[in-house]
């Protein structure tokens, strides 16, 4: 069976899903591993290296399309990639298949078997191939280096000849992965650090990392299925609206998380609670992509507005691409491996990792909730 990694084409995605460790161990396990060449240029992994964990590299991508058994990937194909597959092949990719349900239906329409990183279940037993909290935890450390970088004071309290400097405020919004992450970086520096979440079940979290859970009585349920968050009523936003004001008035850095899957982002930040921060102060949406948690937002610029930085960055994983990848390619042979049996692919529809992620298989898609959002 021929596993081929293939380079990256979309712009400003440095990542690739397999590192050099990661394919000599497969290799180990007696799988062919073909490498496209410069797979991992922009993540600073070289051919040679490759080569030397035991891949065969190939210089036409066509060929690598066209003859594999099982593609690995980062971002969604383009239709052109698509178009060269051939039917009964296997992609494992991120392929946002809510976001981008018209991909799953050309992915089945060229019968190939599709799994979808996003949709790997949140449970222990998957929990080493959770790209979504890899990749999540990425975002959240870079998240306070971009606001510490932008910020025109420093994180930390010092003590110095030339006085005493009070440490920065930094309130997080959402603490799910990123924002844990999040917190614990902007701990690490120094800073003040709240967090406020309508999960009341991640207080306890965001204590243990030397931070202030600032609490909400929201007066009804905010857990979903799985753990996620349930978008709230209109009156528990309003709740929620009132403190989180204070807090960004308060705040020299607010770094915003907040998500509800398959929804737009919740708005949390308003224009006039952007106006009430101090000039200088900084804001980074890491929800841009998804609509943003700030309404001054723009996903993919840094907006100046009434003082305020407001930054929506975009992939952010891939802007630390090393990293990022040997947690991706860590996720990606985690799950290979789980469905290798024997030198093939086995896929038990039976079971709830292979069951959730797979999308499309013999020329249909597979979730309910793909489907649904093709409707
Ligand atoms: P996410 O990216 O979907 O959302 C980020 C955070 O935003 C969440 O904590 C959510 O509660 C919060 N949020 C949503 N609406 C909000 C609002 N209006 N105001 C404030 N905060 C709001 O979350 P995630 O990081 O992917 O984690 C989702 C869930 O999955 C969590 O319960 C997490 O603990 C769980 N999880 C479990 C595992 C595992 O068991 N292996 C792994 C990863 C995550």
Request: glycine share 8%.
């Amino acid at each position: 069976m021929k596993i081929a990694l293939v380079k990256e084409i979309e712009v400003g995605e440095n990542r690739v899903a397999l590192i050099p460790d990661t394919v000599a161990r497969l290799v180990k396990q007696g799988l062919e591993i073909w490498v496209e060449n410069g797979a991992g240029e922009a993540s600073f992994f070289s051919d040679r290296a490759y080569e030397e964990a035991g891949a065969t590299l190939v210089s036409d991508p066509g060929k690598l399309w066209a003859e594999a058994d099982v593609l690995v990937k980062v971002g969604i194909p383009k239709d052109d990639e698509i178009n060269q597959m051939r039917e009964g092949s296997t992609l494992i990719s991120f392929l946002s298949p809510l976001g981008k349900p018209e991909v799953a239906q050309k992915l089945a329409n060229r019968k190939v078997t599709a799994f979808s990183m996003e949709l790997i279940p949140r449970t222990s037993r998957a929990q080493s191939m959770d790209a979504l909290s890899s990749q999540a935890g990425v975002a959240g450390y870079k998240a306070v280096l971009i606001a510490a970088a932008a910020l025109p004071k420093f994180f930390p309290m010092l003590t110095t000849a030339a006085g005493t400097i009070k440490p920065s405020k930094v309130f997080i919004l959402g603490a799910g992965v990123a924002g844990l992450q999040a917190i614990a970086t902007a701990r690490r520096l120094g800073a003040m650090v709240e967090a406020f979440d309508i999960r009341p079940a991640v207080k306890e979290e965001v204590e243990s990392l030397g931070a202030k859970f600032v609490e909400v009585d929201l007066q009804e349920d905010t857990v979903a299925e799985g753990g996620y968050a349930k978008e709230i009523s209109e009156a528990a936003k309003q709740r929620t609206q009132e403190v989180i004001a204070e807090r960004v008035k308060q705040a020299d850095v607010v770094i915003t998380t907040a998500q509800v899957p398959g929804k737009t982002a919740p708005l949390l930040v308003t224009e006039e609670m952007v106006e009430q921060m101090s000039p200088g102060s900084v804001i980074v949406d890491l929800a841009a992509e998804q609509g943003g948690n700030c309404a001054v937002t723009e996903a993919g610029k840094d907006i100046v507005r009434h003082g305020v930085t407001v930054i929506g960055p975009i992939n952010v994983p891939a802007s630390m691409p090393t990293h990022a990848s040997q947690m991706y390619a860590k996720n990606i042979s985690t799950l290979l491996q789980y469905l290798v049996k024997e030198g093939q692919l086995h896929l038990d529809f039976e079971d709830d990792i292979v069951d959730n992620t797979c999308i499309t298989h013999a020329g249909e898609i597979r979730n309910q909730r793909v489907k649904d959002a093709l409707s």
